[in-house]
């Protein structure tokens, strides 16, 4: 519609200007007083134009700037699906930008400039005054604000930003460049595509990447933290990158400052190797243990507490007792019985973060598996809040975290037969073994989502053994101190009193399964 209009001002301009030629030179009434003919005013044309380009100016187009990759299945589902339906309805000029050719992408930081808090998702669109970041923004609110921009006159966002043109680099030396990025990281996949970007236009430059969740990886970042005087609050949090003596972290990094960093190297930036930073390690080893140890110790020790595990080392004892062993038998057995689950256990921890570590190094599942075990620790927190209601009234009975009937009385079958048989190591170890992995359906509640939350943090993953070690060491402890209680004092004052704790000891875990949660869920970014 604009085109046309635009289009017509000019035509009756042509029109009207032929129009006057001849009413001068064929005067419908004759010039009787002989006094010379005036040119007539144009008023007419210009009251026309003004009133064409009003309609102009009122029917000014939307535009939408619509940026993308090419490698990005959802960038082109809604070019090709979306975009073309809504063409359809509403009016509007659609600017396509790809990305990773260099222009364009200084077009988007330069777009982005006014923009309260820049997104990572891709497509992203600007329309108007608004900015929309991913598949689902964009879904959402798009139509909304192509209907709101078509039915009025309204300010428009064009592209009149100016792009400046490449800053030649004189150097020819390497600029060895540095980029640490984890999988399941969103801000990464950001990153990943500017600096490939950047690879392609310098030639000079040389991009090693390295995934944060590599233990060569980190001790790597921290070396090179340490060199750029990094703060160690910055440290093996990603995405990162180090150019010489110069990083980048966060928010920082953008096209701009990548460029300025090139430039101030343009004379080259060194290469470097893990084997020069035999100190990183060490660093990383004390920070590390400064804060996460302790939750991991707390985690370990709320599980320890967990009715299913206690319980059953009090059944243990009691049963012990019944037959006629000797106290110190009785502490012998309990020991190894003891041993066996924390070395069951702490096999099971094992082979869950091998396998979550793999899995999780595929981007989409690290994104479900978070998501999902961030999901069943909230509803674990919800289902824990429930039995200490239950709990506080009486209803032990009742309570859904613990084990089945079926369950229970199988582990007692167990531990009859196991310590009826064999010697008391032998015997005591083959019960704790096979009652670890029937109780692991109770236990496990917390255990899963604690080794989740190890991996989905890059900073824990170092040591994973020394976690796991930790974990369930302060997880058996409660059992030590049973253990020894029950050849002291009567198995049922024991089971009495632990009872009255249980109400206590659920709420204190409905708040660790909801703190894992929390922090489950948000690290998927």
Do not use: W
């Amino acid at each position: 519609m604009h085109k046309e209009t635009l289009q017509l001002i000019p035509c009756f301009n042509v029109l009207y200007s032929q129009v006057h030629k001849s009413q001068i030179r064929n005067p419908k009434t004759p010039n009787k007083s002989k006094t010379p003919i005036s040119k007539p005013k144009l008023r007419f044309p210009m009251v026309l134009n003004l009133f064409l380009l009003t309609i102009f100016l009122q029917a000014s187009p939307v535009t939408l700037h619509f940026f993308y990759s090419p490698d990005c299945g959802y960038c082109m589902d809604i070019l090709l699906s979306d975009i073309p339906t809504l063409q359809k309805t509403y009016s509007f000029i659609l600017r396509k930008y790809d990305i990773e050719l260099m222009q364009n992408y200084r077009t988007l930081e330069l777009m982005e400039q006014n923009v309260a808090e820049p997104g990572d998702d891709l497509p992203i669109i600007f329309v108007g005054d608004s900015v929309f970041y991913g598949p689902q923004r964009i879904r959402e609110k798009l139509e909304v604000t192509l209907k709101q921009l078509t039915k009025k006159a309204s300010p428009v966002r064009t592209n009149t930003i100016h792009v400046p043109p490449d800053t030649a680099i004189t150097g020819t030396a390497t600029v060895h460049t540095y980029y640490f990025y984890q999988t399941s990281c969103r801000e990464c996949d950001r990153v990943e595509i500017m600096l490939e970007v950047v690879e392609r236009h310098y030639n000079a430059v040389v991009v090693h990447a390295h995934n944060i969740l590599d233990n060569t990886s980190k001790i790597l970042f921290e070396g090179l933290a340490l060199r750029s005087n990094m703060p160690e609050s910055e440290r093996l949090i990603v995405p990162a990158i180090i150019i010489g003596d110069d990083y980048l972290s966060k928010q920082d990094i953008t096209l701009q400052h990548v460029e300025a960093l090139i430039e101030k190297y343009r004379n080259g930036a060194p290469e470097y190797d893990v084997s020069q930073f035999v100190t990183a390690e060490q660093t990383i080893l004390e920070r590390f243990s400064r804060f996460s140890f302790i939750g991991i110790l707390v985690a370990g020790l709320v599980d320890g507490v967990n009715p299913c595990a206690f319980a059953t080392l009090v059944f243990f004892v009691s049963y012990l007792l019944l037959i006629g062993k000797r106290r110190r038998a009785i502490v012998l057995m309990a020991l190894f019985f003891i041993i066996a689950v924390f070395i069951t256990y702490f096999a099971i921890g094992i082979g869950a973060y091998n396998i979550l570590t793999y899995l999780t190094g595929l981007n989409i599942v690290a994104r479900i598996i978070f998501l999902a075990f961030g999901i069943v620790a909230i509803v674990l927190g919800l289902l824990s809040v429930r039995d200490y209601f239950l709990a506080k009234r009486g209803a032990l009975d009742k309570m859904v975290l613990q084990l089945p009937l079926g369950i229970k009385q199988r582990i007692h079958k167990n531990i009859k037969q196991k310590t009826a048989v064999g010697g008391i190591v032998t015997g005591s170890l083959i019960a704790g073994f096979l009652i670890s992995l029937l109780e692991f359906g109770c236990t496990g509640q917390v255990y899963l989502p604690t080794i989740t939350f190890m991996v989905s943090r890059a900073g824990f993953s170092l040591k994973p053994v020394v976690l796991l070690i930790l974990y369930n060491l302060m997880f058996v402890v409660p059992l030590i101190i049973i253990a020894l209680l029950a050849t002291l004092f009567s198995t049922k004052r024991i089971a009495k009193s632990l009872e009255k704790r249980i109400p206590a000891i659920k709420l204190i875990t409905a708040l660790l399964f909801f703190a894992l949660g929390i922090l489950l869920i948000t690290s998927v970014r």
